[in-house]
């Protein structure tokens, strides 16, 4: 298995610009696809951004299209959100996911899927004031 620790969530005006962790303990986080979701108040937890285990593809929700961006440091066994632009419409806990990369669909078919992935952490909380 794997353990995922989110962290740098925190409170930012409209505007402003948060980079969110997730450290990664077990087997080695090359194995794994990464995710970014996240899950407001009254709402479903909705894809916020996906990362292959090589880090060469990345896909983005339009919600956040231009805005965010994945990316990974598998030597450091760390998955980034970087957030810029932040809206008040960002807020919520956000959560980072890990997906066994072997067999299966491939991750382009499957990234959004929540159910696709094995292992989630604990989720940290952003907030966006207007």
């Known amino acids: 298995q794997v353990q995922l620790v989110e962290s740098g969530g925190g409170l930012v005006q409209a505007g402003g610009s948060l980079r969110l962790s997730c450290a990664a303990s077990g087997p080695t986080l090359s194995s794994y696809n990464m995710g970014w979701f996240r899950q407001a108040p009254g709402k479903e937890r909705e894809f916020v951004a996906g990362?292959?285990?090589?880090?060469?593809?990345?896909f983005h929700a339009d919600s956040v299209k231009g805005r965010f961006t994945i990316s990974r440091d598998n030597a450091k066994k760390t998955v980034y959100l970087q957030m810029n632009s932040l809206k008040p419409e960002d807020t919520a806990v956000y959560y980072c996911?890990?997906?066994?990369?072997?067999?299966?669909?491939?991750?382009?078919?499957?990234?959004?899927?929540?159910?696709?992935?094995?292992?989630w952490g604990q989720g940290t909380q952003v907030t966006v004031s207007s």
């Open positions: 996911a890990a997906d066994l990369a072997a067999g299966g669909v491939p991750y382009s078919g499957r990234y959004y899927r929540e159910l696709e992935y094995d292992y």
């Open positions: 990362i292959t285990w090589s880090g060469g593809r990345q």
